[in-house]
C-alpha cells in the first residue's frame, strides 16, 4: 500500500532526455506523437477509425444527496485518498470526495441557497473551491479558507448566475498539482428557469467527461512519475470519469456532453473520429446563443465545453485529442502533449435510441458588450510570474470596487503557454491580439488559454460582494504553475470604504 503522500510507484525516475535529443529523435522517425526513448513519449490509445479496445461503459459520476435544511440545500463531503485501479491491473495512488477517486456531481438551481460542509480525512490540509461560482470570497475554498486534517469547514451562498457546467477541486497553496492530479475534482451543475430543448437527462443524453491524464510507464504495466513539460506535468494515459478506454452507447441520437479540463497540464483539442461538427453550446459559464459548428475545440486544464453530438444509427466513432499548436517551441510544444493523438471515448448507438433535434437557437442572458470608461488593468504574465511577482498571501494585489466592471489586458510574454482564471466572476473575451475572439471563446468564461506573445483583452463583471480583508484569486490554471505562485489576490471593496484598513503592516501592495 501506498500512502497519500507518495506516488504508487516502485520504480526509478524515467529517464531524462534532452531536447536535442528528442528533436533528433524526431527527425528520424518523422511522425506527430512519435515513441521516443525508452517509451519515454509513448503515448496510449492511438487514434483508428474504430477504436475497438475501448470497450469499458463510461462511469458516470454519481448526483450528490442533499437535504433541506432551514431553507437551505445541504451538501456533504469528505475528502479522503486511497488506491485505485485507473488502469486495469495497475493502482494508482488517488484523491477523491466521498470516494478514492474524482468527486460526486454537485447540482443545484439558481436562487437556491446552498451549504456545503467539507470534511478532511486527507493526511494534509485541502479545501474546496468552486470554480466559475460567483460568491463571496470568504466562502470560495481558496489558500486562506485551509481545512486542516480532521476538521470540517463549511460554505455557504445563494447561487445567483445563469446554468453552467462548473466544478470543484482544491486550492492548496502549493498542493493543488497534487490534489487535483489525484483525483480531487468534481462538477458542479447550475440549473436555471430557462427552458431549453437541449438534452438534459443527466446520464442518459446528458454526459459529463471529466478528462484527466495519468502516467503509465513505458510499456504500460506500472503507474510512473509524469514528465515535466514547460506547462507542467504531462501523463501519457487519458482516464475519463474514471474510465479507461470508455464505452458510450448513446440511446439517443443527440446527446450533450459537459466536457471538464481536469488535467493538471495537458490541452486537449478535441474532434471527433468522424471530423462531423462538434457543436459548442455553452462555454466555463454558461450557454451561447446558438450552437457554434466546430471541428475542433481545444480546452485547457479548468476549462469546460458543453457539446452537442449527432450519433447516427449504427455509429461507431471516437472523441479524440488530436495535435494542436500552443505556441511554443517545437520541442516544448512537443513534451507538452500538443503533438499527442489521444482517443478519449468510443461513442456506439443502441438499437432502441431515438432521434433528437438539434436547437436552432438557445435562450440566454445577454453578455455585456466593450464599452468605454471601464478601468484598465495590465497583466503581464511570465515564466511563472504575473506582473513580475509570485504568490503573496499576505499581499493584495488589486483592488476593485465591488460591483464594477473592468477591462482586463493579460498579455503572456513568456515563451510557455499559460491560461488565466480569475475566481468570483465570468467575465467574456473581448480580443485576442486586438482581433474579436473566435466562437470558442465568445461567451462567459473564467478561464482562458494565452499563447505566448499573445495579448487577450478581458471584460470582466466584478461581484457586490465586498469584502476587503477576504482575497480572491486569480492565475495560470496550468497547476504546477499555480503551484510555483503564478498567482495573486484581489480583494473588493465598497466605494464608500476605500482601501485603507486592510493588512496596514503590507504597504507594499499598494500601488
Ligand atoms: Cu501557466
Avoid at 480546452?299 to 469546460?304: A, F, K
Avoid at 488593468?377 to 510570474?385: I, M, S, V, W
Amino acid at each position: 500500500m501506498s500512502t497519500d503522500l507518495t506516488p504508487a510507484t516502485d520504480g526509478p525516475a524515467p529517464i531524462r532526455i534532452s531536447r536535442r535529443t528528442l528533436l533528433l529523435g524526431l527527425g528520424a522517425i518523422g511522425v506527430a506523437g512519435a515513441v521516443g526513448a525508452g517509451g519515454y513519449w509513448l503515448t496510449e490509445g492511438r487514434s483508428h477509425e474504430s477504436s475497438l479496445s475501448f470497450t469499458t461503459p463510461l462511469r458516470i459520476p454519481p448526483l450528490l444527496e442533499s437535504e433541506i435544511v432551514n431553507g437551505e440545500r445541504v451538501f456533504s463531503l469528505t475528502a479522503q485518498a486511497g488506491d485505485t485501479q485507473l488502469v486495469p491491473g495497475v493502482r494508482f495512488s488517488t484523491m477523491g470526495f466521498n470516494g478514492n477517486y474524482l468527486g460526486p456531481t454537485i447540482r443545484a438551481a439558481r436562487g437556491e441557497h446552498v451549504r456545503v460542509h467539507v470534511t478532511n480525512n486527507l493526511t494534509m490540509a485541502t479545501t474546496a473551491h468552486w470554480h466559475g461560482m460567483i460568491l463571496p470570497a470568504s466562502q470560495d475554498g481558496t489558500p486562506h479558507q485551509s481545512i486542516q486534517p480532521k476538521s470540517t469547514w463549511t460554505a455557504a451562498w445563494q447561487i445567483d448566475q445563469p446554468a453552467a457546467t462548473l466544478w470543484y477541486h482544491p486550492h492548496p497553496h502549493g498542493q493543488t498539482e497534487l490534489q487535483v492530479g489525484r483525483g480531487m475534482a468534481g462538477l458542479f451543475l447550475i440549473d436555471d428557469d430557462v427552458t431549453t430543448n437541449l438534452p438534459s437527462d443527466y446520464g442518459v443524453d446528458d454526459i459529463p467527461l471529466i478528462i484527466q491524464d495519468v502516467t503509465l510507464r513505458g510499456g504500460g504495466t506500472r503507474p510512473g512519475p509524469p514528465t515535466t513539460a514547460p506547462i507542467g506535468r504531462i501523463g501519457n494515459t487519458v482516464i475519463v470519469n474514471g474510465t479507461h478506454q470508455p464505452h458510450l452507447r448513446a440511446r439517443s441520437g443527440l446527446v450533450r456532453f459537459r466536457v471538464l479540463n481536469a488535467s493538471a497540464a495537458r490541452c486537449y483539442n478535441l474532434e471527433l473520429s468522424t471530423k462531423a461538427p462538434l457543436r459548442l453550446i455553452g462555454t466555463d459559464g454558461g450557454l451561447l446563443p446558438a450552437p457554434q459548428p466546430l471541428t475542433n475545440l481545444l480546452l485547457s486544464p479548468g476549462e469546460r465545453a458543453e457539446i452537442l453530438i449527432q450519433v447516427p444509427k449504427d455509429a461507431d466513432f471516437v472523441l479524440r485529442s488530436v495535435p494542436h499548436d500552443l505556441g511554443m517551441s517545437r520541442g516544448d510544444n512537443l513534451t507538452s502533449g500538443a503533438d499527442d493523438t489521444l482517443d478519449i471515448l468510443r461513442i456506439t448507438r443502441t438499437s432502441t435510441g431515438i432521434d433528437g433535434v438539434l436547437p436552432d437557437t438557445i435562450p440566454l442572458t445577454a453578455h455585456p458588450r466593450a464599452t468605454g470608461g471601464l478601468a484598465q488593468r495590465h497583466f503581464a504574465l511570465g515564466d511563472t510570474t504575473i506582473n513580475d511577482k509570485t504568490m503573496d498571501m499576505d499581499r493584495i494585489d488589486t483592488v476593485v470596487v465591488a460591483g464594477s466592471t473592468e477591462n482586463w489586458t493579460i498579455t503572456n510574454t513568456s515563451t510557455r503557454a499559460h491560461n488565466f482564471h480569475i475566481h468570483g466572476t465570468q467575465f467574456i473575451v473581448d480580443t485576442i491580439n486586438a482581433e474579436p475572439a473566435p466562437s470558442p471563446n465568445r461567451g462567459w468564461k473564467d478561464t482562458v488559454l494565452i499563447a505566448p506573445q499573445t495579448t487577450v483583452e478581458l471584460i470582466v463583471p466584478f461581484s457586490s460582494f465586498a469584502d476587503p480583508t477576504t482575497p480572491y484569486m486569480y492565475h495560470c490554471h496550468l497547476l504546477w504553475h499555480e503551484d510555483q505562485g503564478m498567482m495573486a489576490q484581489y480583494v473588493l471593496t465598497d466605494e464608500e470604504h476605500p482601501r485603507a484598513s486592510w493588512l496596514p503592516e503590507h504597504d507594499e501592495a499598494h500601488h
